[in-house]
């Protein structure tokens, strides 16, 4: 198997994610494709480094994600928002920053092979 089929199938995910909240009733329970995409992208991207460069750094990417995390909200809780509006927030920021990492990995990955 090779390891580009894995940011592939991210890619396929996502849109199919996309068009079914778009075009169907899933879209009336607000639910964005970000809320839904973020599991599925880390797993794909500690697939993904897996099979192309045969060590997976999710576990550090994931510490210094938290990290990042707990610096924003002891700056944002103390401003008005509200903790339900940061944790779902940083929900999706997670599946942004899974999907920036994904994307980096596979340009990095086609440029290291």
Request: proline share 2%.
């Amino acid at each position: 198997m090779q390891w580009w089929i894995w940011p592939l199938s991210a890619v396929s995910f996502i849109l199919f994610v996309f068009v079914l909240n778009r075009w169907t009733r899933l879209g009336d329970l607000k639910i964005k494709t970000l809320d839904i995409i973020v599991i599925p992208v880390w797993v794909i991207l500690h697939v993904t480094m897996g099979y192309c460069f045969g060590i997976s750094l999710i576990l550090w990417f994931l510490l210094v994600w938290c990290f990042v995390g707990a610096v924003l909200v002891w700056f944002l809780l103390q401003g008005k928002w509200h903790w339900h509006l940061f944790w779902h927030k940083y929900w999706e920021w997670s599946g942004l920053v899974g999907t920036l990492l994904l994307l980096i990995v596979t340009i990095v990955g086609f440029w290291h092979h």
